[in-house]
């Protein structure tokens, strides 16, 4: 069974810092690509990040290019998201999502989600 | 890049069929069959229910189908049931000279009368 979990959300004051983690189990994590997905309370789906299954490519949406990097372990089967110089708009649940097999370009598999909160 | 653009809001009686539209441009919807259907109900993650336009992930009822004509993607629901009534959010890839990547769409809740 595909299983995504992610950690790493929590308070923090604008200007901050915060790494999210998101542990992959169930599935050959190194052949997938991964993605990171946020929605801010009571709002709509936002991409966020993508990352091919070697880590070789990288997309970011606009509102985040510059301030967050995605990065990726597959000795560990961990999918990272690096925050820095948070914004008020930046607090949001945050989903990593997989691929779906045999797929391209779709959000088959979902963590539970971590809420990060940009509040002083 | 601009969200997609659904209504905010549909309803329908049980039994009933209903569509619920995704308006992008020639960049995204236009131009890739790369249209996934997302249902999220009330504090869950979302669920994958079309991609690709038109096709079902294993275990995805048959009541839901996709299609895409131009720049606009629709998603239809036939014999509303009542746990159909949930957000749903359209997404599509992106790519341009200055873009690559994902949008979705601001959501549409299902009301089920």
């Known amino acids: 069974e595909v299983q995504l979990v992610e950690s790493g959300g929590g308070l923090v004051q604008p200007g901050g810092s915060l790494r999210l983690s998101c542990a992959a189990s169930?599935?050959?994590?190194?052949?997938?690509?991964m993605n990171w997905v946020r929605q801010a309370p009571g709002k709509g789906l936002e991409w966020v990040s993508y990352?091919?299954?070697?880590?070789?490519?990288?997309y970011y949406a606009d509102s985040v290019k510059g301030r967050f990097t995605i990065s990726r372990d597959n000795a560990k089967n961990s999918l990272y998201l690096q925050m820095n110089s948070l914004r008020a708009e930046d607090t949001a649940v945050y989903y990593c999502?997989?691929?779906?097999?045999?797929?391209?370009?779709?959000?088959?598999?979902w963590g539970q989600g971590t809420l990060v909160t940009v509040s002083s | 890049q601009s969200a997609l653009t659904q209504p905010a809001s549909v309803s329908g009686s049980p039994g009933q069929s209903i569509t619920i539209s995704c308006t992008g441009t020639?960049?995204?919807?236009?131009?890739?069959?790369?249209v996934s259907w997302y249902q999220q109900h009330p504090g869950k993650a979302p669920k994958l229910m079309i991609y690709?336009?038109?096709k079902r992930p294993s275990g995805v009822s048959n009541r839901f189908s996709g299609s895409k004509s131009g720049n606009t993607a629709s998603l239809t629901i036939s014999g509303l049931q009542a746990e159909d009534e949930a957000d749903y959010y359209c997404?599509?890839?992106?790519?341009?000279?200055?873009?690559?990547?994902?949008?979705f769409g601001g959501g549409t809740k299902l009301t089920v009368l």
């Open positions: 999502a997989r691929v779906l097999e045999g797929s391209s370009g779709c959000f088959g598999y």
């Open positions: 169930g599935f050959t994590f190194s052949s997938y690509e």
């Open positions: 990352i091919s299954s070697s880590g070789s490519t990288i």
């Open positions: 020639s960049s995204d919807v236009g131009s890739y069959n790369l």
């Open positions: 690709e336009v038109s």
């Open positions: 997404c599509s890839y992106a790519g341009s000279s200055t873009f690559e990547g994902w949008v």
